[in-house]
């Protein structure tokens, strides 16, 4: 069993009394016999891929022939940690049909086949594939070298080292290193419905992507990262990577606001969903070799829909994905172009600068669009604030005149009621449960203080006072405030 990412399998063997020639014959027939796809022979080198399986990852086999000597190396493409062996076993599988065909097959049938198969014969310098992202993956011979930016990987480490740590600074402040409470979310940037949109702190949509609620949040959202860097960051060079990174990530942030009503939204998750997006809607596209193409798009696609269905449990941002994922298809639909014609910087720039243009408008339209319902809510709470100041001046009196108790009895009742009146307005507006369920907490608070100064009313206009019936109320109030206190 292999460790790694896209882990790989490699294995040499010497097949005597056979031409180069004969050799490729006989080895695109074992790689018929197993099934696999073919997608590039030339005189010395044949890549193909496995059997596409929506149930199993997929690998790419590469076979290089020097004489009588193949070198084949079985390499994953699905993005697991562990291989099982399967890339072994791949190796064995080929060698053994190969064997058995060779003893099956006449040299003459095998000189036969290479007149037929010679005219489709790619030339070596003209290798289709000279662009595929895993020669890049290659060069990372250790962990470390995933982290230090190179030619064709060059945005993803330093957007990797940029989480980290942002996250090391988080725990050096006292988050804490598992889940991070809100107050540290808020205090670093998370993304906050009643901060970011009522409030005005649009730059939360931004600072967001950058904040992750624990190291399992991170290493989750890295290794993400990690995957789809290797593989799309070649294609789109570092410019277009890094702007559809921040694009894709701040319209999965505006995304979160409409479902997200109180909770703090955090992550790189929506920014990673809009590059996923991006390869989805190249993969739909002749952007990238057929066969390659085909096992690609099976290792993405369940990627995206089993995190999507993950999302489901509930805490977790899953309208960010689905933004950063919508976003992204469109803004690699519309790059086609550029990325055809990759060498031409003017459709690269314009390129960039359109979906700039139409995702910030885009973001702009929705939050001008969007009912600024909090700071309406604040707005009122404030009132019935000072309000409730003004009804509970009655306990600030300093006398026994009772003119002047029934004086300030009647103006708090008067100002309670003010307060009902005040919270019916607040019920109606489009404020989420949370808050509705607070406010009929206080309407409940402020109908206990009235029923505690008609107590005291009559009491006055009695001369005598119900102590035990005003103790009862005013413990069921203050048992009220406890409650209002810990929401």
Not at 140 to 156: A, D, H, R, W
Not at 214 to 233: D, K, P, Q, S, T
Request: charged share 20%.
């Amino acid at each position: 069993m292999a460790f790694g990412l896209n882990s790989k399998y490699k294995q040499s063997k010497t097949i005597e009394g056979l031409t180069q020639e004969q050799l490729i014959v006989l080895c695109v027939d074992a790689i018929n016999a197993l099934n696999w796809n073919t997608s590039y022979i030339s005189s010395n080198k044949i890549i193909a891929y496995t059997a596409n399986n929506v149930f199993a990852t997929n690998q790419e086999i590469t076979i290089n022939i020097n004489q009588s000597t193949l070198d084949v190396t079985s390499k994953s493409i699905g993005g697991e940690l562990f291989d099982w062996s399967i890339n072994k076993k791949n190796i064995a599988r080929f060698f053994n049909k190969l064997d058995y065909l060779k003893e099956k097959t006449e040299v003459e049938q095998l000189n036969l086949k290479f007149v037929e198969l010679q005219l489709s014969l790619e030339q070596p310098e003209n290798e289709q594939l000279s662009k595929e992202p895993e020669t890049f993956k290659e060069k990372l011979v250790n962990m470390f070298s995933l982290f230090v930016p190179k030619e064709g990987y060059y945005i993803t480490p330093i957007l990797l080292n940029l989480n980290i740590l942002i996250f090391i600074l988080m725990l050096l402040s006292g988050a804490g290193f598992i889940i991070p409470n809100n107050e540290v979310l808020l205090s670093w940037g998370g993304n906050f419905k009643p901060l970011t949109l009522d409030g005005g702190q649009w730059w939360r949509l931004f600072t967001c992507i950058f904040i992750h609620a624990g190291v399992l949040h991170l290493v989750m959202n890295m290794y993400a990262l990690l995957y789809i860097g290797l593989l799309l960051e070649p294609y789109l060079g570092k410019l277009r990577f890094s702007v559809f990174y921040i694009l894709t990530g701040l319209l999965a942030s505006t995304t979160s606001l409409y479902w997200h009503e109180l909770s703090v939204c955090v992550g790189a998750s929506g920014a990673i969903f809009g590059l996923y997006g991006i390869f989805l809607a190249m993969l739909f596209t002749n952007l990238i070799e057929k066969n390659a193409r085909k096992a690609f798009l099976t290792s993405i696609s369940i990627f995206v829909i089993y995190n999507l269905l993950n999302g489901m449990k509930g805490n977790i941002d899953n309208a960010a994905h689905l933004g950063g994922l919508l976003t992204g298809m469109l803004i690699g639909f519309g790059s086609y172009f550029s990325l055809k014609w990759d060498n031409n910087l003017r459709i690269k720039l314009i390129t960039v600068s359109l979906s700039s243009v139409v995702v910030l408008l885009a973001i702009f339209t929705a939050l001008m669009q969007t009912p600024k319902v909090f700071a309406e809510y604040d707005k009122k709470m404030n009132e019935f604030a000072q309000l409730e100041i003004q009804a509970l001046e009655l306990y600030k009196l300093k006398t026994e005149n009772k003119q002047k108790i029934s004086t300030q009895l009647n103006n708090g009742l008067a100002t309670w009621n003010q307060c009902i009146v005040l919270l019916d307005s607040v019920d109606k507006l489009n404020i989420p449960i949370e808050l509705k369920v607070r406010v009929n907490k206080l309407r409940e608070y402020v109908n206990l203080r009235i029923e505690a100064y008609h107590i005291i009313n009559e009491g006055l206009l009695n001369d005598s006072l119900d102590e035990k019936l005003l103790n009862e109320k005013n413990n069921k109030i203050d048992s009220l405030i406890r409650v209002l206190q810990n929401q």
